[in-house]
């Protein structure tokens, strides 16, 4: 018989306001959508993020995802860009989070926000 281990949600560290590499909010949302089980991303630095792209979509597999700024000043400039894109039925919840300069709509949200 075999005895799997449940899922246990991670939280994910942003570390650097670099567009991407490790600690960044890109890497973090990658490692977060590559396992099914809730997710959360946390920042331990303040300031400005500014994407050269979209970042990741959050996709309905990777379970939901939820970013939190906390108690950081953090905003995602996306200077002219769309900032995120919620794929179909993915679940993403954003908590203490400035979005500015985004195209249109800083979230493109065809599923839960």
């Not at 959360?40 to 300031?47: A, K, L």
Request: charged fraction near 15%.
């Amino acid at each position: 018989m075999t005895f799997l281990s449940p899922l246990r949600a991670a939280t994910y560290f942003v570390t650097t306001l670099a567009e991407d590499g490790p600690g960044s909010l890109r890497q973090a949302m990658v490692d977060a959508m590559a396992t099914p089980e809730a997710d959360t991303i946390t920042f331990g630095v303040s300031g400005t993020i500014s994407p050269e792209s979209t970042l990741p979509h959050p996709l309905a597999d990777g379970g939901p995802l939820t970013i939190d700024g906390g108690f950081r000043a953090v905003t995602i400039d996306g200077d002219g860009r769309r900032l995120i894109y919620v794929d179909t039925d993915a679940t993403l919840s954003l908590f203490n989070l400035t979005l500015k300069g985004g195209t249109l709509a800083a979230v493109y949200n065809r599923g839960t926000l």
